[in-house]
């Protein structure tokens, strides 16, 4: 099985940004789709943006216009460039593989890999 390593996160003061990599142990090319979730204290774990084996991008509204999902299915390796951080972006950071789907009309992603350990992000106000 693929295993997924989160990497990039940190402290940052608000309006700051940072990059986030999840890069694979094989490749990432036949997976329908790649996301990035984070889970805040205290709170579930929730969808941040997905990539498609296509590359069509799905960010959920808190974050759009500011972070951004890519891939280089080369390196296998998936990204999220985080700008204009805020302090509610303060979680912990992970990666999966899954599909697309809508639950009670929300658009999220399946996730259908094993969760890593993460990174963890740190917005200051």
């Known amino acids: 099985q693929v295993q997924l390593l989160e990497s990039g996160g940190g402290l940052v003061q608000a309006g700051g940004s940072l990059r986030l990599s999840c890069a694979a142990s094989?490749?990432?090319?036949?997976?329908?789709?790649m996301g990035w979730y984070r889970q805040a204290p205290g709170k579930q774990r929730e969808l941040v943006a997905y990539i498609t084996r296509g590359g069509s991008t799905y960010h959920v509204d808190s974050v759009k216009g500011r972070f951004t999902i890519s891939r280089d299915n080369a390196k296998n390796t998936v990204y999220l460039q985080m700008n204009s951080l805020k302090p509610e972006d303060t979680a912990v950071y992970y990666c999966n593989r899954g599909a697309p789907t809508r639950i009670a009309g929300i658009i999220t992603l399946a996730a259908d890999g094993s969760w890593g350990q993460g990174t963890q992000v740190t917005v200051s106000p």
């Open positions: 094989g490749s990432i090319s036949s997976f329908v789709a």
